[in-house]
């Protein structure tokens, strides 16, 4: 059975959504903004919605995420919903809007595709019921 592993044709996971940096740094004072692009390499147009909360750890070293609009967080992300057609690349603009002298400040973006158009494969017949899934899978 071992030497059979090897002979299957293996098959390859393509997520569609590239992202250009993982990790951005912005404690340079003098630099407020940053751009990323995402970029669709896969087969299918992309709906992306992108949120953004505020890491912080607490005293134990216990860890929480707060969600709140821009202006309460001091951080901008624009644009945050858009659409990426397949091989279409866009800019995201990341923006500090209030800087704090006494504690490092840190974010975390997700970037989630949303649900497209299903589209059937085929019509059913005739006094008979279809169905459509969609899968999506996120790592």
């Given at each position: 059975?071992a ?20 990790i951005?740094?912005?404690?340079d004072?003098r ?5 990323m ?6 087969p ?22 707060r ?9 901008l ?12 690349r ?5 923006v500090?809007?209030?800087r704090s ?7 975390r973006?997700?970037?989630q ?5 299903v589209?059937?494969?085929a019509p059913?017949p ?11 899978v996120?790592?």
């Amino acid at each position: 059975m071992a030497l059979a592993a090897p002979l299957l044709p293996a098959s390859v996971a393509r997520a569609g959504l590239v992202v250009d940096t993982l990790i951005i740094n912005l404690a340079d004072p003098r630099q407020n903004r940053r751009d990323m692009t995402l970029s669709n390499d896969g087969p299918e147009t992309l709906y992306v919605d992108i949120a953004v909360e505020e890491i912080m750890v607490g005293a134990q070293g216990s860890i929480e995420a707060r969600s709140a609009s821009p202006d309460e967080l001091g951080f901008l992300v624009t644009p945050n919903r858009l659409i990426l057609a397949p091989g279409q690349r866009r800019p995201v603009r990341l923006v500090v809007m209030k800087r704090s002298d006494e504690i490092e400040r840190i974010y975390r973006l997700t970037m989630q595709p949303m649900v497209g158009d299903v589209l059937p494969g085929a019509p059913a017949p005739a006094g008979s019921t279809s169905a459509s899934l969609k899968v999506m899978v996120g790592y």
